[in-house]
């Protein structure tokens, strides 16, 4: 089993900042692409930012200069660090990682979500 624990998010004015972490456990060969995505009512979830095993990175237009993605891959975990937030940043914010499972074996897991409000 593998799980995405993810913690950091909470309430927020306008043009302040939050960081996000979402850590992946269990039957772990290796973590390949991880990713931050977002959703509010109505809407299917978008991708906000992923980054692959070797640090590429890749943001949402919306987010671009805004939020930064980053990893320790040491402790399998992913960062969103969060700046110059706005009100339409609010969602849902889920974590996903493909994970290794053995050689020829790799899965995507979802984090629980965390929601994170920003106030105008």
Not at 24 to 31: D, E, H, N
Not at 37 to 44: C, E, F, S
Not at 59 to 66: F, G, I, Q, T
């Amino acid at each position: 089993q593998v799980q995405l624990v993810e913690s950091g998010g909470g309430l927020v004015q306008a043009g302040g900042s939050l960081r996000l972490s979402c850590a992946a456990s269990g039957s772990i060969l290796s973590v390949n692409s991880m990713g931050w995505y977002r959703q509010v009512p109505g809407k299917q979830r978008e991708l906000v930012a992923s980054i692959t095993s070797g640090g590429s990175t890749n943001y949402a237009e919306s987010v671009k200069d805004r939020f930064t993605i980053s990893r320790d891959n040491a402790k399998n975990t992913v960062y969103l660090q969060m700046d110059s937030m706005k009100p339409e940043d609010t969602a849902v914010y889920y974590c996903k990682a493909n994970v290794r499972r053995s050689v020829f074996l790799a899965y995507d897991y979802w984090g629980q979500g965390t929601q994170v409000n920003v106030s105008s």
